[in-house]
């Protein structure tokens, strides 16, 4: 899988993996010299290293879509 450049962002709302967080998450924008990424599913954007986010895998993004369905769940209650 490539990583992104400074050149060739994501999408916003494209669907990356953090290594340095082991979390996938939702490509936001860039912030300084860092991208920002925001849960699937809503929640508390991070910083990430734009040099080390790719796009995640289809298991990585089960998970997370799993994990937000988990919290919808949870809320719903």
């Known amino acids: 899988m490539t990583q992104h450049t400074?050149?060739?962002p994501p999408e916003r709302?494209?669907?990356v993996y953090d290594p340095v967080a082991c979390?996938?998450?939702?490509?936001q924008d860039r912030a300084g010299p860092y991208v920002m990424?925001?849960?699937?599913?809503?929640g508390r954007e991070w910083q990430a290293d734009?040099?080390?986010i790719r796009p995640a895998t289809p298991a990585e993004r089960l998970s997370?879509?799993?994990k937000a369905a988990n919290e919808r769940a949870g809320r719903a209650l």
Do not use: C, I, N, T
Request: proline share 9%; no cysteine; net charge negative.
């Open 6 to 8: 400074d050149e060739q």
């Open 13 to 15: 709302g494209a669907l």
């Open 23 to 27: 979390k996938a998450g939702e490509y």
């Open 37 to 42: 990424l925001r849960p699937v599913g809503g």
């Open 50 to 52: 734009p040099a080390l």
């Open 64 to 66: 997370a879509e799993v």
